[in-house]
DNA sequence: AGCCACATTGAATGGCCGTTCAGCAATTTA
DNA sequence: TAAATTGCTGAACGGCCATTCAATGTGGCT
C-alpha cells in the first residue's frame, strides 16, 4: 500500500507514465493479491493482474520478467509486512515479557495485516508451498524470528508460573492456534470474526499463564 | 485405501482388467493425493495421475469425465475418511465426555488419517477453497458435525469446572489448535512430529479443563 | 521545438494440458 | 470358436496462457 515515493513531487500519482517502477511493482502487488483471493492460485493468470490493475497484458513481464518473480514478490511483500507489522507492536509493549506476548497476540488481528483478502493469498501460497521450496522457505510457518521469540517470552513467564508445564509446548500451541484461527478465518468467515479469534487467542493465553493474565 | 471387492473372487487384484471400477477409481484417487502432495494444486495434471496409476493417458476422463470431478472425488474421500475415524473413536470412548474428547483429540493424529501425503493434499484444496463453492463446502473447515461434537462436549465439561470460561470459545480454539498443528506439520514437518503435536493438544485439555485432565 | 530514453502496449508465438474418440484387446456369452 | 461387451489406450484436437518483441507514445532534457 504505501510507497516510498520518489519523484521530486514527493508524492506518487499513479495515473500515466509517472508512476514509479516501486510504484508500478506494488500496484501489481496488490493486484496479485485480489485475484489470489479471488480465482486461487491456480486460476490467477497474467491477463487477469493486469486487468485488475487496468493495464496491458505485457506488463508483469516487464517489471517481473517472468510470472514465478511476480508471485514470489508478492509472498515476500506478505511476509516483510507481517513482520513489520508484529515487530513494531512488541517494540511499543515495553520490555515486560507478559505485555510483549499479548501485544504479539493483538498484531495477528490487526487490521492492516489480517484481511480477508490477504488472509486467502497467505493460504494460496501454504497450498503450494510443500512442492517450492521457495515458498516454503518465505512462509517458513510464518517467521523463524517469530517462533523463537514467542518460545522466549514463554519461558520467561513460565519460569514465574505456578504449572510450568512445558513452556516450549505452550509456545508451538500458540503458534499453531494463530495459524489455526487465520485459517478458519478465510474458510468460514462468516462464523469467525476479527474480535472472536482475538478473544480465543487471549483465552489461551490465560488458560495458559493464569496468574500473568487474570480474568478481568 | 481397502475397497469394497466386487467380483467374484471377491478378492480384486490390480493387474489387468480384471480390477473393478470402484479399484480404479481408488487408484485414481490414491494418485492423485501423491500427486498433489508432490506438486501442489496447481501442478497436478492428468499425464501426472495416470503415470502414477501407472495407466494411460484417457484413463481418468473414462472414469470421472473430468478433472474437476477426479480432484472433487479425492476431496470427498478424505472428508469421509476423516469423519470415519474420528466417529468411531468416539464410539470406542464410552459415554464419558472427558474420555470423549481426548479420543477426539488423539484421533487428529492417528497414523491412517495424519500422512504426510494426506496432510499435504488436504492444504493444496484449502488453498483453493475460497474461489471453490464444492471444495468449500467439502473442508467446511473439518465437518460441521465434528464441530458440533465439540462444542456440546467442552459445554458439558465446563459445566462443572471451575474455570467456566467460555466453553464455546474453548471449543473455537481447540478446532483452531488442531487444524494449525496439522498445518504447521504439513510446513515444517522437520519441526514438529506427530507426537509432538499429540502433545501439544493434550496440554491445551490440561489448561483449558485442569480439573478433568489432571498432569499424569 | 526537437531529441532521447524508456515505460507501455498488444498482437504473435509456442507450449502445455484437458478432452475426445476411434480403435484395440481382454473377458464374457452364446 | 465366434460374437459381443466393455475396460482401456494414445494420438489428435483445441483452448488457454506465459512469454516475446517490434511498434507506440510520453515525459524529461538541452
Redesign the interface.
Request: with cysteine; charged share 25%.
Given at each position: 500500500m504505501a510507497v516510498a515515493a520518489k519523484s521530486k513531487t514527493d508524492v506518487d500519482d499513479n495515473k500515466g507514465r509517472k508512476a514509479s517502477k516501486e510504484f508500478r511493482r506494488q500496484q501489481l502487488i496488490d493486484a496479485t493479491i485480489d485475484c489470489l483471493?479471488?480465482?486461487?492460485?491456480?486460476?490467477t493468470t497474467l491477463a487477469g493482474v493486469s486487468d485488475r490493475a487496468g493495464l496491458s497484458r505485457g506488463i508483469v513481464n516487464f517489471h517481473f520478467e517472468s510470472k514465478e518473480n511476480l508471485l514470489i514478490a508478492t509472498l515476500q511483500f506478505l511476509a516483510d509486512e507481517y513482520a513489520a507489522n508484529w515487530k513494531d507492536a512488541v517494540a511499543k509493549a515495553g520490555d515486560n515479557p507478559v505485555e510483549q506476548l499479548r501485544a504479539l497476540v493483538h498484531a495477528d488481528f490487526n487490521r492492516t495485516v489480517n484481511t480477508r483478502r490477504k488472509l486467502?493469498a497467505w493460504?494460496?501460497?501454504?497450498?503450494?508451498?510443500?512442492?517450492?521450496p521457495t515458498y516454503?522457505a518465505l512462509?517458513?510457518?510464518r517467521d523463524a524470528a517469530y517462533q523463537e521469540l514467542v518460545r522466549k517470552l514463554c519461558r520467561q513467564i513460565a519460569r514465574e508460573a505456578r504449572?510450568p508445564?512445558?513452556s516450549d509446548?505452550?509456545a508451538?500451541?500458540l503458534?499453531?492456534?494463530?495459524?489455526?484461527?487465520w485459517?478458519?478465518m478465510?474458510?468460514?468467515p462468516q462464523?469467525?470474526k476479527l474480535d472472536?479469534?482475538r478473544?480465543?487467542?487471549m483465552?489461551?493465553l490465560?488458560?495458559?499463564f493464569?496468574n500473568h493474565y487474570p480474568?478481568e
Open positions: 483471493a479471488e480465482f486461487g492460485y491456480s486460476a486467502a493460504c494460496a501460497f501454504w497450498g503450494e508451498a510443500r512442492s517450492r516454503n512462509c517458513g510457518a504449572h508445564g512445558d509446548i505452550i508451538l500451541s503458534d499453531s492456534l494463530l495459524e489455526g484461527l485459517l478458519r478465510m474458510l468460514a462464523d469467525i472472536l479469534a478473544e480465543a487467542a483465552e489461551f490465560r488458560n495458559a493464569p480474568r
